[in-house]
């Protein structure tokens, strides 16, 4: 059992976290648990499941969905028209290019991105990527 499903059996209810410095604009729906940390911004037409982590100077941009339990690291850069699956991490200083409204970039559930990746594709789901174009981590044979 979760540490989330042992909290919610003892009756326990989750809340939002956001720091001063967060911004938010219109039309955004937050689920519980979220934590903003210090200039954080999220835009407009946003939808951001529950226990999400925006770290420092980090940002969602319009129209992205955000699934349960993402953690953003420091200075990620998510632009429009992303979906991010339940479980993903992004990496420190990761961008993530804009999709467009008829087919969104897709990073998919339990994904990692690794730091400074610039993803410009979707990212299939339980899939580690690094560099610039963000590409799969092959690991290497004795190591």
Not at 36 to 55: D, E, K, L, W, Y
């Amino acid at each position: 059992m979760s540490l989330v499903e042992k909290c919610a059996g003892a009756g326990l209810r989750f809340f939002e976290v956001a720091a001063r410095e967060h911004v938010r604009y219109d039309q955004v729906e937050v689920g519980p648990g979220a934590i903003f940390c210090s200039h954080t911004t999220v835009t407009s037409n946003v939808s951001i499941g529950s226990h999400f982590h925006c770290n420092i100077y980090s940002y969602v941009e319009h129209d992205c969905v955000i699934g349960d339990f993402v953690t953003f690291a420091p200075r990620v850069s998510c632009n429009g028209n992303v979906v991010i699956g339940d479980g993903a991490y992004i990496g420190t200083g990761a961008v993530i290019k804009q999709g467009t409204p008829d087919r969104p970039l897709r990073i998919g559930e339990g994904a990692v991105v690794g730091m400074g990746a610039v993803v410009t594709r979707d990212v299939a789901p339980g899939a580690t990527v690094v560099g610039n174009p963000a590409r799969p981590l092959e690991k290497r044979a004795g190591g």
